[in-house]
């Protein structure tokens, strides 16, 4: 500390008194945060499942799980206009303990419409499948993350313009921005209470929990004269 106190002395030495009062007279910079959220319904729906077989020897289990995975692709296939993406992975062989052998292939789809993904499950489960995982998405979410950037710049810059009126300072601009708690567009946000440095934002006391909701925080720093 005495070590950084007197860096400081050294460097208002260097300034002057007359030039260092006269830059705190002029004006200076402020920080503000801003908040954006963006609620949205899904319109894509990512659906992963497995297809597991059994049998007492591994040759049988091959032959019935290949069998199997065959009859799972033709269900996928014949709903191809309605996947966005599709992935398959390798089949995995397990031991299992009370004797006998397992096969698994996992399969991931991206399916577009609420009728589609349960019409596609219904078959699936018709043809053996057990269970499923659903998780929804949009195919705007890079649209709903922008707008909610959008937002929280608004946000930023009514919080500088309601200080600068309050403190009677003219607002000059903003000179920094920086984005915090970013997350990839593809996943959806659930609304918690997000710390910000030293100040905490509550989306849920807000408003409630939708579907899906994006949401984003910004730092903006602004100059502004006296």
Known sequence: ????????????????PTQAQ???????RFHVAGFGRVAWQPDLFE???????????????????????????RIVEARQTALSE???DAPRLRIRDGGGYRFDTRFVLRV???EALMSLQQQLAEAGVAEFEVR????????????ARRLALQDAKRKAEL????????????????????????????PVARQYGARAY?????????????????????????
């Not at 500390?1 to 002057?16: P, T």
């Not at 659906?47 to 059994?54: E, G, K, N, P």
């Not at 903003?174 to 959806?188: G, N």
């Open 202 to 226: 509550n989306y849920a006391a807000e408003a409630p929990a939708q579907s899906g909701e994006v949401t984003s925080q910004v730092d903006v720093e602004y100059a502004y004269r006296r």
């Open 1 to 16: 500390m005495k070590i950084v106190a007197s860096c400081l002395l050294a460097l208002c030495a260097l300034i002057g």
């Open 163 to 190: 200080l600068a009126v309050e403190m009677r300072w003219t607002l000059l601009g903003a000179t920094a921005v920086t984005f915090q708690d970013e997350r990839p567009w593809w996943l959806p946000q659930t």
């Open 47 to 73: 659906l992963a499942f497995d297809v597991a077989t059994q049998a007492e020897d591994a040759s049988g289990a091959r032959e019935r799980h290949l069998s199997a995975v065959a009859a799972a692709r």
């Open 112 to 114: 577009r419409g609420a």
């Open 22 to 28: 006269a830059q705190v007279a002029d004006g200076g």
């Open 136 to 147: 929804p998405l949009s195919e705007r979410l890079p649209e709903y993350g922008d707008r």
């Open 86 to 88: 599709r992935s398959e």
